[in-house]
């Protein structure tokens, strides 16, 4: 499949981006999380955090649910880590791997969170960062700091995965919160637009 990637940068740009791209029907990729939020509720979508903080130390792989999804998070080589940096908790690739990635069940419309590069001290450093989705749709770049963000919104099919891989020597692929986006199923909306007249007459009743 062929995806348009394009990159939402400022709110500016937001209101003819949208209307491309649900047009199009590209895969939205964006490095602020202001317009990643903006975006994600432009198409009813809800968002759900995954923050790390029940996750700690060394382990092979780990499995979480924020919401309604399962993820799955594993690295390319060897094991990944969870430690505190600053006050939130950050999952990183450890023991010589440089990717790290995860997998949601079931697949989402919308994934970010921030992303960066640590060094065997487990501080920020400045890496060459690749986050790439399970169709292709990647984004590149250097990122310099803990609360760099990186999201996607597709508003086709939905998003099973994502990689997270950096190529600068001596750096690990790290990741902070991460935020899922959802819509809810039509079943879903018939039934929350039934219960809020319902209890709309309720209302006027009493």
Do not use: C, K
């Not at 600053?86 to 990183?92: D, F, I, P």
């Not at 949601?104 to 919308?110: E, M, N, S, T």
């Not at 600068?168 to 991460?178: H, I, K, Q, R, S």
């Amino acid at each position: 499949m062929n995806n348009t990637t394009l990159v939402v940068s400022t709110l500016v740009g937001f209101a003819t981006f949208g209307m491309a791209s649900v047009a199009s029907g590209a895969v939205a990729v964006f490095n602020s999380q202001l317009t990643w939020d903006a975006y994600v509720a432009s198409n009813g979508a809800t968002v759900a955090t995954e923050t790390f903080d029940s996750f700690s130390g060394y382990q092979p792989s780990a499995t979480g649910t924020a919401g309604g999804t399962t993820w799955t998070a594993n690295a390319s080589i060897g094991q990944i880590t969870f430690q505190a940096l600053g006050t939130q908790t950050v999952v990183s690739t450890a023991l010589g791997g440089r990717t790290l990635n995860f997998t949601f069940d079931p697949g989402v419309q919308g994934i970010g969170g921030e992303m960066f590069g640590t060094n065997a001290s487990f501080e920020v450093v400045l890496a060459a960062l690749t986050v790439t989705l399970a169709d292709g749709t990647s984004y590149v770049s250097d990122q310099t700091s803990a609360s760099d963000f990186v999201g996607f919104y597709s508003n086709g099919a939905a998003i099973s995965s994502i990689s997270v891989s950096t190529s600068t020597e001596g750096t690990y692929a790290t990741v902070g919160n991460l935020y899922f986006a959802t819509v809810p199923a039509p079943g879903a909306l018939v039934l929350l637009a039934t219960a809020g007249y319902v209890s709309g007459r309720t209302r006027r009743r009493a």
